[in-house]
């Protein structure tokens, strides 16, 4: 069964500071792999997503990520924060295999951001 | 855009009342799922739905059911509420069978006094 991994609860950077975001998940083959968003009281937006092809994805909102084979990764990073960004993160993994359409999520960084 | 609607942002009821979570969405989704959000655990699934009256169990159903009678809509009972099912409810809703990217409600948070 896949896992998902996010090492980091919480983290804090200073406006305008670039960005890194842990997620290391433990599957068998390449499994799909997503980044959501989830700002204060609201549910959870996707900010991109990996399937196959390009490593390197591009998502909404400035974010991108990349997705390491080798090291079982998939870090999501951002050149510049903005305090808009503050918000939790959420890793998230599911089985290409699977007729179902379930996907297993991290537990999660709270990202705050510095003046 | 996709629209997933959840009938209350906030809820409170007593330990042993039935419980109705209700959650629509208006692209005609096949699956839906609810999950529950608590604080160091992320989202744990409870159940979803792939069609009309189907539905499967997911990582943590024990004291909740499903009900599903027509496509747009995916409700979650709680039989009977206790304490430890304190916590924020998501529903999501995806379109077909695959790993498509599931769309988010804004949550219930529910507390049982």
């Known amino acids: 069964a896949q896992s998902v991994t996010q090492p980091d609860i919480h983290i804090t950077v200073s406006e305008g500071a670039s960005l890194e975001l842990r997620c290391n998940y433990s599957?068998?083959?390449?499994?799909?792999l997503f980044w959501y968003v989830q700002s204060p009281g609201q549910g959870l937006q996707l900010l991109l997503k990996?399937?196959?092809?390009?490593?390197l994805v591009q998502g909404i909102k400035g974010f991108e990520a990349e997705f390491k084979r080798s090291q079982s990764s998939f870090n999501l990073r951002k050149p510049s924060v903005h305090w808009s960004d503050a918000a939790e993160y959420f890793c998230?993994?599911?089985?290409?295999?699977?007729?179902?359409?379930?996907?297993?999520f991290g537990s999660g960084t709270r990202l705050s951001i510095r003046p | 855009d996709v629209k997933v609607t959840q009938s209350s942002r906030y809820l409170v009821k007593r330990t042993g009342e039935k419980v109705f979570l209700e959650c629509v969405q208006d692209?005609?989704?096949?699956?839906m799922f609810w999950y529950r959000q608590d604080p160091g655990l992320g989202l744990r699934l409870i159940y979803f739905?792939?069609?009309?009256?189907?539905?499967e169990k997911g990582d943590i159903p024990e004291g909740y059911s499903v009900s599903r009678e027509k496509k747009e809509r995916f409700s979650l009972i709680l039989e009977s509420a206790s304490t430890n099912q304190t916590s924020m409810y998501l529903c999501?809703?995806?379109?077909?069978?695959?790993?498509?990217?599931?769309?988010f409600g804004p949550g219930t948070r529910l507390l049982v006094l």
């Open positions: 692209m005609d989704h096949e699956n």
């Open positions: 739905s792939y069609d009309v009256k189907m539905k």
């Open positions: 990996y399937f196959s092809g390009d490593t």
């Open positions: 999501a809703s995806s379109l077909g069978t695959r790993q498509e990217t599931q769309y």
């Open positions: 998230a993994v599911g089985d290409p295999y699977s007729s179902a359409s379930k996907i297993i």
């Open positions: 599957y068998g083959a390449t499994p799909y």
